[in-house]
């Protein structure tokens, strides 16, 4: 799949979803000004963390966004995912307009992004990692999101689990 493929898109070959592959020089040790940054936000179910419905609901969410037409470049998409409780995570993604049926929202702020390659077991420790990264930098960490730049499939077809922190300054 190449960078320009849409998220989430088909190969014809395999009929299996794969993810562009990821670039993670792009966003490791980063810093971002975001001035209402456009998101479409949804919401998963968790169980003290643990996502319960993201196969159904990050699917839906860019199958809306494909057929809205707002779907950004592969390079320029973010899904970020915030807990929000333990029973709860926030999914936001990255448009270029609004798309109907799906709640808008944007996302303001100074943010350090890290990029962490490991096993989703190892949430606990990349987040701790990401806030004492941040600290290092001068920044106050406040809100932690997760972009998670491979589906479980494509993880294993391209030997790394990346995962990018993006640690809001308060």
Same mark, same amino acid.
């Given at each position: 799949? =190449?960078?320009?493929?849409?998220?989430?898109?088909?190969?014809?070959?395999?009929?299996?979803?794969?993810?562009?592959? /990821?670039?993670?020089?792009? *966003?490791?040790?980063?810093? %971002?000004? *975001?001035?209402?940054?456009?998101?479409?936000?949804?919401?998963?179910?968790?169980?003290?963390?643990? @996502?319960?419905?993201?196969?159904?609901?990050?699917?839906?969410?860019?199958? #809306?966004?494909?057929? &809205?037409?707002?779907? @950004?470049? &592969?390079?320029?998409?973010?899904?970020?995912?915030?807990? +929000?409780?333990? *029973?709860? =995570?926030?999914?936001?993604? =990255?448009? =270029?307009?609004?798309? @109907?049926?799906?709640?808008?929202?944007?996302? +303001?702020?100074?943010?350090? +992004?890290?990029?962490?390659?490991?096993?989703?077991?190892?949430?606990?420790?990349?987040?701790?990692?990401?806030?004492?990264?941040?600290?290092? %930098?001068?920044?106050?960490?406040?809100?932690?999101? /997760?972009?998670?730049?491979?589906?479980?499939?494509? #993880?294993?077809?391209?030997? %790394?689990?990346?995962?990018? &922190? /993006?640690?809001?300054?308060?």
């Amino acid at each position: 799949m =190449t960078s320009d493929q849409p998220v989430g898109s088909t190969d014809q070959k395999t009929d299996a979803i794969c993810c562009a592959e /990821f670039n993670p020089a792009l *966003w490791d040790n980063k810093f %971002h000004n *975001w001035q209402d940054k456009l998101f479409v936000r949804g919401q998963v179910r968790a169980f003290f963390h643990l @996502p319960l419905n993201m196969g159904q609901v990050y699917p839906r969410m860019c199958q #809306a966004i494909e057929a &809205a037409g707002a779907m @950004p470049p &592969a390079s320029e998409f973010l899904g970020l995912f915030r807990d +929000s409780s333990l *029973w709860k =995570t926030e999914a936001n993604m =990255t448009v =270029t307009k609004e798309v @109907p049926g799906l709640t808008t929202a944007t996302i +303001s702020g100074h943010f350090f +992004s890290r990029v962490f390659d490991g096993p989703y077991k190892d949430m606990g420790k990349f987040y701790k990692a990401a806030l004492e990264e941040a600290k290092t %930098h001068g920044r106050e960490p406040g809100r932690v999101y /997760f972009h998670y730049a491979y589906c479980p499939k494509c #993880a294993k077809k391209y030997g %790394h689990n990346y995962m990018v &922190a /993006f640690v809001e300054e308060k």
